[in-house]
């Protein structure tokens, strides 16, 4: 480096000697006495000017070398100086290879620091984002109770610069870290508290007792919000708004809301059990939150009540709701939903219906109801199929026997075909956007209708014309006949249609058994009254011999935990009807209130649940990215083996039933 500096300092005179030299010579020619003279000045000069370019160049390499090693000492004392801690390490290793003494000094003082590994001295640090290039560290790391952000980056050295030396700098955001904390935990919350049940709760009460009730559940709400020194504030007869900072959720999060079991104490007269429902809005401003805490309510209302909502920029996150739905006596909502979904129809150049995925007798029944629905309304209705084996296909294959079904299960190419700026889009029996069987036709649509009665999920159709959601009902087939009730005369239901509908009703409500109220058997009664005939009903479900034994495998590998839950889990590809045929038979052990059946297929593993008791499968289910409800849930796993989703399961049940 130094010879290169040395030509690009030293001055450029040989050009000018050679000019002088030829114009000597020249003048030789001219003048041999002035060309003499000449030549003998040009030599002097050329020798002076070797002379000098030789001291010129060792004052330069003397001077250059002062420069270096003042930087050089400059450079180490910087590094052993540093206000910083720093220290060097092999990013892919992690060996330490040196460190200055502030370094050693957060980290305990450890002079043996240099023979070992960096993790060693910081537990749990992580040199990946050194390696993929980044200079700034993700995490922050907690050492001796201080907080610090690590900066740094990656050189190669080496003849081949084949290793790699990681230097990283430590900056204390202790200060920082504590304001940060300060400002989270002081920030406000802004709930909404709704007495689910207050109409059922004052139906023949006394004006004495009323007063009573909503005092003795006012007083637990402010025994519950007595810690945060909140603000709490009764707005209507049956809702109330509080305010309270963001440091208490976490403890009331840990207790899961004990105040929803606090008020279950709290009894009407009429023998009536209070519920609440709370929806909570956070990490927003005040109206954002409000909005916020308005939609958690609405959320936890749709999935039954008697629940803690909270609901943030992204997501919703639910707490308790282990209470069973109770079922809504009026049927005014039946009433305005078939109203509604009437002009919809009337309104639209063709309706397409489709359920979930592996579509089942409540979906297809569900969706035959519309048809007849949109049949009687002139409207061309389609129910959209899937290509592959369904459970539902049974039922299907009866509705496609008629003539009036000639070409109306199509497939969904057909159905976005078929659309246009005026089609109507009907999906029963799930909420669900990533669920339906045909999320592109779902994705065109311009209009759509709701009928569901799962518990509402967090990303369920948001964007609906028409939501019919009540998770009190039996099945969706129970809703849309109710709605049928409303819209068509008896005569214009034919009765494959009927038969289709009360299969939906007798699928989820394992023959009457489960999830049954006062208005499934209203709906079964008028389907019976229109041609339904429970024998042919029946055969719709029947198993061949090779399947029956297929479900008693199933059987043979169930296990119960904790006392009261049946688990079989089977490392092949299982049928659905199956395993949602096993996990009933399950329940018929004595002492089962809920049964599990996991099935593994090509990287996904199937999980089918069913509960008879206390136990939700829903919010057990729900943890592993399924849904359905109190009494029947399922949930698809992709990319697991059954191991590990059998270990992800028991994990949820441990946390929801203890």
Not at 222 to 232: F, I, R
Not at 235 to 243: K, P, S, T
Not at 250 to 277: R, Y
Not at 541 to 568: H, P, W
Request: aromatic content about 8%; charged content about 25%.
């Amino acid at each position: 480096m130094n010879q290169k500096l040395n030509r690009m300092l030293e001055p450029r005179v040989k050009i000018y000697l050679v000019v002088l030299l030829i114009f000597a010579v020249i003048t030789c020619v001219l003048n041999s006495y002035v060309g003499l003279a000449e030549l003998i000045l040009v030599g002097l000069l050329f020798v002076f000017y070797l002379f000098t370019r030789s001291r010129r160049r060792k004052e330069t390499a003397k001077y250059i070398a002062g420069i270096t090693s003042n930087i050089d000492a400059a450079s180490k004392d910087t590094m052993v100086n540093s206000p910083l801690p720093m220290v060097i390490f092999q990013p892919d290793t992690g060996d330490v290879i040196w460190t200055n003494d502030r370094f050693l000094k957060i980290t305990g003082g450890r002079e043996h620091l240099f023979d070992t590994k960096i993790d060693a001295a910081v537990p749990g640090f992580s040199t990946k984002w050194l390696l993929d290039g980044k200079s700034q560290c993700p995490n922050e790391y907690e050492i001796d109770g201080k907080n610090y952000m690590v900066y740094g980056h990656v050189a190669r050295v080496g003849k081949d610069s084949q290793s790699m030396l990681a230097t990283t700098y430590w900056v204390d955001i202790s200060s920082l870290a504590r304001i940060r904390e300060q400002f989270f935990a002081t920030r406000p919350v802004v709930a909404i508290i709704l007495i689910d049940n207050y109409e059922d709760m004052i139906r023949a009460v006394n004006d004495k007792s009323r007063s009573s009730l909503r005092s003795a559940i006012e007083e637990e709400i402010e025994k519950w919000l007595a810690p945060t020194n909140g603000l709490l504030q009764r707005f209507d007869r049956d809702r109330y708004i509080c305010i309270f900072e963001e440091q208490y959720l976490l403890p009331f999060q840990q207790s899961k809301f004990e105040l929803l079991d606090a008020v279950h104490k709290i009894v009407s007269p009429n023998g009536v059990s209070a519920t609440l429902s709370i929806g909570m809005g956070v990490d927003a401003e005040f109206g954002e939150m409000l909005d916020f805490a308005t939609l958690a309510i609405e959320m936890a209302l749709s999935r039954g009540g008697d629940q803690a909502v909270i609901k943030n920029r992204f997501n919703f996150e639910f707490y308790g709701g282990r209470a069973k739905e109770a079922e809504r006596h009026t049927k005014v909502k039946s009433r305005v939903m078939s109203n509604a979904l009437n002009e919809l129809i009337a309104g639209s150049s063709s309706v397409l219906v489709m359920g979930h995925r592996y579509a089942d007798a409540d979906s297809v029944g569900a969706a035959a109801g519309i048809c007849a629905v949109a049949r009687t309304r002139g409207v061309p209705a389609y129910i959209v199929e899937e290509t592959h084996y369904y459970p539902g296909s049974v039922v299907a294959k009866g509705l496609k026997a008629r003539g009036e079904y000639e070409g109306r299960f199509i497939s969904q190419q057909d159905a976005l075909s078929r659309m246009d700026a005026k089609t109507l889009v009907v999906v029963v029996d799930t909420n669900r956007p990533d669920q339906v069987g045909a999320r592109e036709v779902l994705d065109h649509a311009g209009r759509v209708a709701v009928i569901d009665h799962h518990l509402r999920a967090a990303d369920y159709i948001s964007n609906a014309a028409l939501n019919f959601h009540e998770p009190y009902a039996s099945s969706a087939s129970e809703l849309v006949t109710e709605i049928i009730q409303y819209l068509i005369e008896p005569n214009d239901l034919l009765r494959a249609e009927a038969e289709a509908l009360l299969a939906g009703i007798v699928l989820d409500t394992k023959n009457f058994t489960l999830r049954t109220g006062g208005r499934t058997f209203e709906a079964a009664a008028f389907l019976r009254r229109r041609g339904a005939d429970t024998t042919e009903v029946k055969r719709l479900f029947q198993n061949n011999l090779e399947d029956t034994i297929a479900k008693y495998d199933v059987i043979r590998e169930a296990k119960m935990i904790r006392g009261n839950i049946a688990i079989s889990a089977v490392d092949k590809p299982v049928n659905r009807v199956i395993a949602a045929q096993a996990a009933d038979e399950l329940l018929n052990i004595a002492g089962a209130d809920a049964s599990f059946v996991l099935s593994a297929d090509s990287g996904t593993v199937i999980i089918c649940g069913r509960s008879v008791g206390d136990v939700n499968v829903q919010y057990i289910l729900e943890s592993l990215g399924g849904g359905g409800n109190a009494a029947a849930a399922g949930a698809q796993v992709p990319n697991s083996t059954l191991q590990d989703t059998l270990r992800r399961l028991l994990q949820a049940i441990e946390k929801n039933c203890d």
